[in-house]
């Protein structure tokens, strides 16, 4: 009988409003008496609006840009814009698209190797109060601050100037390697630190060596913040403008090789724009970047996600 | 000396004689979980009252309802009442003034990262004292208070978190003491302190309970039995035994107290 | 193996130092032939006359201003917005405002760009007067693009306090605002001001946004409704056709840009540096 009760006692969830005995919870307090308090706190009260003001702004801003783009980009998303050869006529932004992908990704497959293992070697083979740890890690940092400007021009000088004799999206990919460097590093840095050093104990009690470790458990352990860093990589190419104008350039097509010139999507955007004659087609070119980029990041963020649940 | 009086007898409202705290038939929950049952308890002016029970019986939830700490828990529900010298807390009274009015330690030390000044300034700022000179007295006073004022008073300009641990609790308190509470709380506030500095906290208790009335939850019993006067025994929410401190040690009504008391479990 | 990834590390302080060589070997004989007091301070930028002039002193003003303005309109909006974010919003609401914010933050710059081109400067002409290409405009448009990195940065540096110091606060007595910005908002500093430099390197180093509407006249602004050039819209501008010196002064720009950027980093890391010693 006793326990029944408790039983009962157990599963009864208090309603919101009152007790076991009915009687109210008085410990919430209510609106009024919240203003109430808040009218005796001036400051409180200010900095209170202030807050939900400033929440108001940035909301009303990401409408404000997003609805605008959807408003004057989708009705000029017609199928021609997605026609394979660009003509004056169609305007297409297929080559650019195609252009992005390849620069993106051929930049990726530099940049990855290179940043995942400079990663490694900080976080499994070094102590932090190294000096040469400290100075890659401000070498990192400060590639990671340079303006996009300055890697443009860098990449004009050594590729375009030096290197290639001319723009190609050799030069683009090359510059994009170097820019996104820092990114790759970073976030696979973090990843490899998320792994619990039990992880790597565990392995080194089965005899496993060193080597073995980073590659069998260490690496595939944080393989998702890997690839949600890699995805964000690519986000940061295609949104890239200032440091492939001078590199790979503007030529709406495709090329041959990747010695040749062709401009990516962010770049068909600045020229359509540029020359004031081809608004329309500029915003509709808006909302497939911004719809790139958003998926680009969405797709980083999801897999990241994954990857905290785990632990 | 009519205030004095008040104090040494508890608060009057027409002919009733209130104790600095009463608390009635409090429930509390957090969502589902009773954290609290029907606890009655009165505590007077200018004695310690000392709470024990096992870890998550209940005695912090209960110390955190007296200031209404509890009300940033979410999911956090309460109903019953706690008077404050007659006043229903949990009425129309201002939260910030009666958290004014009842002032709190933490178990962990948690003084603010600017300096010991501004740590003890910050209550009074807050209480819209501005003047330069005022709040010089008080963080000068209110260390005084809490017999720290020698150890601190050539480094007021200095961070707080460079003291050591004792310090910085001894710190805390006279932080609470310098907004002038009537009440002050305190939520284990040795269990992170070596044994030096615990003496030094019990013997401020002590000094500090001529003026104030404090209520501490302790998980060391011989701290409870040294300086309380009351003492109340939580387990699993409720209050299962409350009284003067040495009866409940000495001769337990209540065999489950005896049993904590003795040891038995805890 | 260790050797490898030693060398691949080591990668990263070769990218910096071919870069600084390139840019600083093509950037220093020119501005050895300008002179460095003439390149930086005058105001005269007329490649075109004989003698040209290569004065970046207006470039540079320029971005001060624009970074200013941005700074202004981005910083008590991010702040504000940091605190809503850590210590008001309810989680419902929270699951629609961070992606917001991250959509804020993946917009590119290009787009950016067009739309203070298209929507914000016409805004600005037709209830300031102008030509909308101006100071103000772009500080609102990269005041925006800020916000992000203020936004997130700040919010992380609050959700990283231990809730004992909002504890502590309050049973002090102080409401909610008061523990949120008197305790929590001084204790978080040395983040919060990170995120503030962070945003100032944003706002320095912007290229494509800026140049479409901060109007890029060459001359010293009078009002926020002026057009003023930016070391960034600068370089953007004139590289494509410059030849000799004149490329020679606008890759000296970049050096410029580069040592400002340097500068902002040491800054942040100082203050991480003075953030690790409390």
Sequence with gaps: MRSATAVIKQKFTPPPSCDLKGRPFVNKPSLRKKLAEYKRHPFSLVMLALVILSALITAAIVLWIVIHVIIQGAPNLKASLFELEYDSENLSLMPAFFNTLIIAGMALIIAVPIGVAAAVFLTEYTSSTNKFVAVVRMAAETLAGIPSIVYGIFGMILFVEMLFKGFSLIAGILTMAIMILPLVMRTTEEALRAVPDTFREGSFALGAGKLRTIFRVVLPSAMPGIIAGVILAFGRVVGETAALIYTSGTVKAVPDSLLGSGETLAIHMYTLSSEGLHVNEAWATAIVLILLVLVINGAAEFVSNKFRKKY | ?266 | MKIVFAAMAAVFILCIVVICAFIFARSVPAIGEIGLFEFLFSTEWTPNNTPASYGIGTMIVGTCFVTAGALVIGVPIGLLMAAFMARYCPAPLYKVMKPMTNILAGIPSIVYGYFGMMVVAPIIRDNFGGTGYSILTASIVLGIMILPTVISVSESALRALPGTYYEGALALGATHERAVFMTEFPAARSGILTSVVLGLGRVVGETMAVVMIVGNSTALPDSLLDGVRTMTSHIVLELGYATDLHRGALIATAAVLFVFILFINLLIAAIRGKGRAK
């Design chain 2, 1 to 266: 000396m009519i205030n004095n009086d008040l104090k040494q007898i508890g608060y009057t409202r027409g002919d009733k004689v209130f104790p600095k705290f009463r608390v009635k038939d409090l429930d509390l929950f957090y969502g589902n979980f009773q954290a609290l049952k029907s606890v009655d308890m009165d505590m007077e002016a200018n004695e310690i009252t000392a709470l024990i029970g096992p870890s998550g019986c209940g005695k912090s939830t209960f110390l955190k309802t007296l200031n209404r700490m509890n009300d940033i828990v979410p999911g956090c529900r309460v109903s019953g009442s706690v008077l404050l010298d007659g006043t229903d807390v949990y009425g129309g009274m201002d939260v910030n003034l009666l958290r004014k009015r009842v002032g709190m330690v933490f178990q962990k030390p948690n003084p603010f990262p600017s300096s010991v000044y501004d740590n003890i300034a910050y209550g009074p700022k807050t209480h819209g004292v501005r003047k330069k000179s005022e709040l010089d007295d008080i963080v000068e006073s209110s260390l005084r208070q809490a017999a720290i004022w020698d150890e601190l008073k050539d480094r007021l300009k200095k961070s707080a978190l460079g003291l050591s641990g004792g310090q910085q609790q001894r710190l805390c308190i006279a932080r609470a003491l310098a907004v002038r509470p009537d009440v002050l709380l305190m939520d284990e506030p040795t269990s992170a302190l070596d044994p030096i500095s615990t003496g030094k906290i019990e013997e401020l208790a002590q000094e500090l309970k001529k003026e104030y009335t404090i209520v501490i939850v302790t998980h060391n019993m011989q701290q409870a039995a040294r300086i309380s006067d009351k003492t109340g025994f939580f387990l699993l929410g409720e209050l299962i035994e409350f009284g003067a401190t040495d009866e409940v040690f000495d001769s337990p009504r209540d065999k489950r107290t005896e049993d904590y008391i003795t040891g038995r479990f805890g």
